[in-house]
């Protein structure tokens, strides 16, 4: 496959949460847990066809995270329950569930980062719905008619339709009486491209749509499990048959080594907690040295965060993403006066406001972030560059004072902000890495509970071959969440594949650990 192949069959797999759908082969384990063994189905001629539709219109990865944004509203094997997950070029994870009596299996991603379960219904007619399997409720002799009307939008699309009730199974438990959405309409190419059929939410009530009660509150609150606890194991090597594991009212400790660190939940909704610097080979980077919020996220494949961070760590591993003209300019024509700004003790947050490139509204620098430009194209051009400008500016502050603190000259502050502005993330999300160079880039770390967890080249950098043919990516995207919700960093799947993850609904913490 040519160097382009490859890379849009990963970039498919990111972008789009691209899961393959598969028989089911059930395997019983000599520990009493049930196991779901998986197998993969390559892609089908109407993905492909879909894809190159999808690569034209330019649909961003950014926009599959903007759910975050203020505006997206062990013991007995009766004491939890293991699915087993599939991994994809280590870009996604995910299972089989089944709703109605007898079960109509379904394909879903287990999803910390949402609240709902939908699947599509016998009643959408959307080309989506037809490459997927749906439900049909006049086969069910559980199901339960509603009728409330239910829509979720994403970044890239949307969805709608109507609640039912019905009962679902999941592994071996069978929550009764669960709300979920039928959706009648997927009219985005994102639905299409995806190879998954729906999304069971792990997340708080707080965010579910029409206030449902989530899957997973069901399975406590109908004693399906005997502690309030589920944890994530996630496979990286994509070669291997079994992608990983969901256990639902415990953990596996065959999955991880030492103990976890537990952080508590900040703000319930998604699994939010509060995390602390973040380090490239040991050094800060300035920006969450204050603070910064995270989310534990299994639907997310990659690690994203601020741009300001993220064009740092870029820059640090050699990624090369878009020239930004606009950042470039700044640095050209304000660059002198923010380094003198910053040593005559100014405030740094006022300083962009000051040199007129941001508004103020006396509390903070109103900045939407870089995304807010690139994605809304309906926003007026001239809103667009001063958002630009002014974001172009907060990050060269914060890039300076870095540097200051390391003492270095202005022409050496000068050139390294120019050097970031050079990796400035590329809008569609995906920067490419020399696979050469693994064994000589650095460690990235997050400060989590007062522990350091470090990622490796290894672990940060997907690496595809196909072929002759080796494709390296990034494992780090760009998403600027305002305050008051942000900055906010996204943990998804590169971070927890590397670390065991448990979420303690009881004790409203999340914890990590190194994953075995």
């Known amino acids: 496959m040519s160097n382009m192949g490859t890379r849009l069959k990963l970039f498919i797999a990111v972008l789009f949460i691209c899961f393959l759908m598969f028989p089911m082969v059930f395997c019983a384990s000599n520990d009493g847990k049930v196991r779901i063994g998986l197998k993969r189905r390559k892609f089908g001629q109407n993905h492909r066809v879909a894809s190159k539709i999808a690569t034209k219109e330019g649909i961003s990865l950014k926009n599959s995270v903007e759910k975050y944004q203020p505006s997206a509203n062990l013991g007995d094997s009766d004491d939890f329950d293991i699915v087993g997950l599939k991994n994809y070029l280590n870009a996604q994870y995910f299972g089989e569930i089944g709703i109605g009596t007898p079960p109509q299996k379904f394909t879903v991603v287990f999803d910390t980062g949402s609240s709902n379960l939908w699947v599509p219904s016998s009643k959408c007619f959307s080309v989506a719905c037809l490459l997927h399997s749906k439900y049909k409720s006049k086969r069910s002799s559980t199901y339960k008619k509603n009728g409330k009307p239910a829509s979720i939008k994403y970044g890239t699309g949307a969805i709608s339709g109507y609640f039912s009730e019905d009962n679902v199974k999941v592994g071996d438990l069978i929550v009764k009486k669960q709300d979920f959405i039928e959706a009648t309409r997927e009219p985005s190419l994102t639905f299409v491209l995806a190879q998954f059929d729906g999304i069971l939410g792990l997340g708080f ?27 994530f194991w996630f496979n990286r090597n994509a070669d291997e048959e079994q992608g990983g594991e969901i256990v639902f009212g415990g953990v596996d400790p065959d999955h991880y080594k030492g103990e976890h660190t537990y952080v508590p939940v900040t703000k319930k909704g998604y699994w939010q907690f509060d995390m602390g610097d973040v380090l490239i080979n040991g050094s800060t980077t300035g920006f969450c040295s204050g603070g910064c919020s995270a989310i534990a996220d299994s639907g997310t494949s990659l ?27 700044v640095v050209a024509e304000y660059g002198e006066t923010i380094i003198k700004m910053l040593l005559a003790k100014d405030q740094p947050k006022k300083i962009c406001s000051t040199l007129g490139l941001c508004a103020f509204d006396g509390e903070r620098g109103v900045s939407m972030g870089i995304e807010s430009v690139v994605d809304n194209t309906t926003q007026k051009s001239s809103n667009g560059l001063r958002d630009v400008m002014c974001n172009a500016c907060e990050m060269a502050v914060v890039w300076a004072q870095s540097q200051l603190k390391d003492e270095k000259t202005q022409d050496q502050i000068l050139n390294y902000i120019d050097g970031l502005c050079e990796k400035l993330p590329s809008p569609m999300g995906e ?20 522990k350091v967890f470090e990622l490796k080249p290894e672990q940060y950098v997907l690496k595809v071959t196909e072929g002759p043919v080796t494709e390296c990516i990034s494992g780090f995207a760009a998403l600027d969440v305002p305050p008051p919700r942000g900055p906010l960093w996204i943990l998804g799947d590169v971070f927890m594949g590397s670390y065991h993850t448990v979420f303690d609904y009881g004790n409203s913490r999340v914890g990590f650990a190194e994953a075995a």
């Open 205 to 231: 009530k707080e965010i579910s749509v029409g206030d449902a009660v989530p899957v997973w509150y069901n399975m406590v609150d109908q004693n399906l499990v005997k502690e309030p606890v589920f944890s």
């Open 303 to 329: 690690l994203a965060g601020p741009t300001t961070i993220i064009t740092q760590v870029n820059h640090a591993i050699g990624a090369s993403g878009v020239v930004s003209e606009e950042c470039k300019a």
């Open 431 to 450: 920067s490419v890495i020399d696979c050469d160079s693994l064994s000589t880039l650095p460690n990235i770390a997050f400060t989590i509970g007062g």
